[in-house]
């Protein structure tokens, strides 16, 4: 899942990104709205947190320039405390929530799985494969009924593979749904993800299979 944050306050911004990462997110920080809405044209993005008050193109045009691109991602609007024609005005534009500010970044997280669950971009809040079961929503992981542990580069990747069991992954599809954008991430250091999940999974009989030069595919759950 990623999200795009389009913040010029860097110290707001950088929060966000951390307690959004650490819930397994890929995300990017844009501060400036034209390049959050030609990054939108460009990229598939999953859901838009986008404040009002930016440097040129303000937060309610960036809304409206979405929207009247015929993008539909769930966008949640950061507005002033109290500026309650802010509140109305983004809603009319076509976001789907908005925050006032100051915020406590949990509320923000919270308010941001809830709209990725109305959003209906995830195939169901709860996957289960054997005794891995996902809770999508809550991202908690359990391995036969004790919750499993993940980074969240380990998350981001276990998502990729667990949308398509049995299904081939390449490298590059789960670099880009782990990377964030201008990021360098190799092909190695997706393997090194792939062996701490292994390490982690195996003993459970969870198995990932390498296909030499291509990629990974997680095998059907078959018990021993
Ligand atoms: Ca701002």
Known sequence: MRI???????????????????????????????????????????????DVGLPGMDGFEVVRRLRAAGQALPVLVLTARDALDDRVHGLDLGADDYMPKPF???????????????????????????????????????????????AAREWAVLEVLLARVEKIVSKDAIIQAVANWGEELSPNAIEVYVSRLRAKLEPAGVRIRTVRGFGYMLEDYKAA
């Open 4 to 50: 795009l944050i389009v913040e010029d306050d860097a110290a707001l911004a950088n929060g966000l990104r951390r307690i959004l990462e650490s819930e397994g997110y890929a995300v990017d920080v844009m501060p400036k709205g034209e390049q959050a809405v030609a990054a939108a044209q460009r990229e598939h993005v999953d859901l838009m947190i986008v």
């Open 104 to 150: 406590a970044l949990p509320e923000l997280a919270a308010r941001v799985r809830a709209l990725i669950r109305r959003s209906g971009a995830q195939t169901g809040p709860r996957i289960v494969h054997g005794p891995l079961v996902v809770d999508t929503v809550a991202r908690r992981a359990f391995l036969h009924g004790e919750p499993l542990l993940l």
